[in-house]
């Protein structure tokens, strides 16, 4: 019976079908965004500034307790700043979603941010 | 016939819709998260990100910095109130979390044969390394503080502390595991809080549902090479997971790198062929303890440790060879 019913099945109905799983796919995928990058900067815990990365028509250089951070489209570094231990010069730029950076004694903290959903929750390092 | 043949066609084509409505729903549900909060700041000399999922993220996520901050009073040498400071400069202390947390690596100390000691503190200070005046220090220097390194000098009883020797304590290597643990302690005794993964400096603790379906934590593991890139993702329920490696704080000489990680038997930093180890066990402080062990052990040598604690690790070694001890989902990229 179900042969029979296979065979009867006319192009309309595939056509119902396939109407049908391109919009459960649709459902399926992530909602908002394109994946673009956002940068936020956190100054003594406070979210002093959130720049999305994408829209920026060149380098943008911030200044943020005592660091200097440079903004690009496809990531952050910090430039300078007035701690001793200059780690977070050493660590150059961070370009992906998911990820932050700081430098301690200034007490400045640099996340980026993307609408796409990150593969993972957080970073084990 | 025909109208049996048309009741069939209409019959099939309602289950169809109705399975494809029903999945779309379900992946639905599955992708829909608690009410979510997240902050970056700076903790313990490190970066404190928190992901809670909660009606109220903003009040857990106050009450986890706080915690961290008079954890780090409790247990920084460099703070110059604390207990551990106190112990340092030769007094007893009497503490007894701070008990609790000495014996624990005392014991990792006796496991790991030595090669992990929080009595190392004066030899890292010769080194400091990732800080300003961060060096080589002669052999002689080395040799003389090492004289005064081992567990066997941290005296613990009669409800006090004290150190037999001119040593003194270095936490680094245990304070943000440490930390995950209290964090753990913390989430777990909330009624409200259905998520968190928190992050001490890279050390961190995984707690509650994912989502509402109670999917896996998806923690990422750096690449020892590429500050940019992961090795892979660990998925876990809940637990505590931490790296040692040896890109973190380092500094170059001569073409030579010397990382943080020293080795407290030659006071040098641990050269077992390894430059990332990451654990993943039930406390913070054992994986944070024992992903320093496993690093300077060395991949054999780690297997007993890791097994004793029923705990699980990722080595890489020096040719970028990845190999998994133990039961961990990890996916390499």
Partial sequence: ?125 | MKNKTKILKISLSVFLVSVLILTALFFSERSKRFEYGEKNTVAMGTILTQKIYSDNPANHISHITSIVNSLESTISWREDASPVSSLNKGNSVSDTALSGVLFSCIEISEESGGAFDVTIGEVSKLWSIGEENERVPAQAEIEAELGNVGYENIIIGNGEISLSSDCSIDLGAVGKGLACDYIMNYLKATDDVNGAVVSVGGSNVAYGDYNKAGDKWRIAVRHPRNENGYLGVISLDEGFVSTSGDYEKYFEEDGKRYHHILDANTGYPASSGIISVTVVCDSGLLSDALSTACFILGEEESKALLEKYNASAIFVNDNMEISVVGEIDFEAY
């Fill in chain 1, 1 to 125: 019976m179900i042969l029979k019913l296979i065979k009867e099945i006319k192009k309309g109905d595939l056509f119902l079908v396939a109407v049908l799983i391109v919009f459960c796919v649709l459902w399926f995928l992530p909602k908002g965004g394109d994946g673009n990058l956002t940068a936020e900067i956190f100054l003594e815990g406070e979210c002093v500034q959130t720049v999305a990365l994408s829209d920026l028509k060149e380098d943008r250089k911030l200044t943020v307790g005592g660091c200097e951070i440079l903004l690009q489209k496809d990531g952050v570094l910090f430039l300078h700043s007035e701690c001793s231990d200059k780690l977070c010069e050493k660590r150059g730029k961070m370009t992906n979603a998911g990820d932050a950076m700081a430098c301690v004694p200034q007490r400045v903290v640099v996340a980026l941010t993307s609408e796409k959903a990150a593969d993972f929750d957080s970073v084990v390092y």
